[in-house]
């Protein structure tokens, strides 16, 4: 664990992209209750920064994130009159924090170096986009210590194809980079110890893009990917008629005619 005056999230921005850095590298940045709620926190003040247009999330140390916090969650055990209520507290508020992901209007990537477990691996499959050192780790364990991770299964479901994800649950394997990469989990792997610098250049690149238009295109993906088929291509629909009229496609496409000749 860090330091007792040393925050458990860092955040460093530049030129538009928010980097967050979970901070917690002897405990190999387990998602205790202090760092989730920090983690909350970073969220809802990066919806209302209009400053920031892509956010990165990694891990301090060698791990990007080894899950819950065990030895926190065997001390809410040992509570036998709040022990229940602590525990729904805790997945409650995990829970906000991985729905607060695809709602926040900047792209979310994560950089991910050595292990990503639990629910560290549902934090990458909760973020729009993921990039892994070739030497990261993906699994998704509880199932070995009589703890079905559930909780993590709700973004793998919903990232993975239906098998993939099941694999992952009922065996308790480690997927490696170039697994995760096939199985979609991630989006690049890139060499050991660049995934970090590799997921800033990433960002940057859709940083230079319209925040307005990346912002509703984002809005739009996680809407229409719930709906009926008919339902998504109407919404759709409305959210392009939206967009031909804003200034930033007015602009987009008269530069891009005029490239034309």
Do not use: W
Not at 15 to 28: E, F, H, I, K, S
Not at 127 to 147: H, K, N, S
């Amino acid at each position: 664990m860090p330091p007792m005056d040393e925050p458990l999230l860092l955040r460093e921005d530049r030129d538009g992209v928010a980097t967050l850095t979970l901070n917690r590298p002897r405990a190999r940045n387990a998602l205790s209750v202090g760092l989730l709620g920090a983690l909350s926190d970073a969220f809802a003040g990066l919806a209302q920064d209009e400053s920031v247009r892509v956010v990165v999330i990694a891990g301090a140390g060698p791990a990007f994130c080894a899950g819950h916090d065990l030895k926190e969650m065997t001390a809410f055990r040992a509570e036998a009159d709040r022990g229940a209520a602590r525990f729904a507290a805790l997945f409650d508020l995990c829970s906000a924090v991985m729905m607060a992901i695809p709602a926040l209007p900047q792209p979310v990537i994560a950089a991910v170096e050595g292990v990503a477990t639990a629910a560290g691996c549902q934090l990458v499959a909760s973020c729009d986009l993921a990039v892994a050192g070739e030497e990261a780790r993906f699994a998704t364990p509880g199932v070995q210590i009589g703890l079905f991770c559930s909780t993590p299964m709700v973004a793998l479901s919903r990232n993975l194809s239906r098998k993939a994800a099941m694999a992952l649950l009922l065996t308790a394997e480690m997927a490696d980079a170039a697994e995760a990469k096939d199985l979609g989990l991630v989006n690049r792997v890139v060499r050991a110890g660049t995934a970090l610098a590799e997921a800033q250049a990433l960002a940057a690149s859709i940083a230079a893009r319209s925040a307005y238009t990346v912002r509703v295109g984002k809005r739009a993906f996680y809407e229409q990917i719930e709906m009926p088929l008919s339902d998504a291509y109407a919404h759709a629909g409305r959210v392009m008629t939206e967009n031909m009229l804003a200034r930033a496609a007015e602009e987009g496409i008269g530069a891009f005619l005029s490239r034309r000749g």
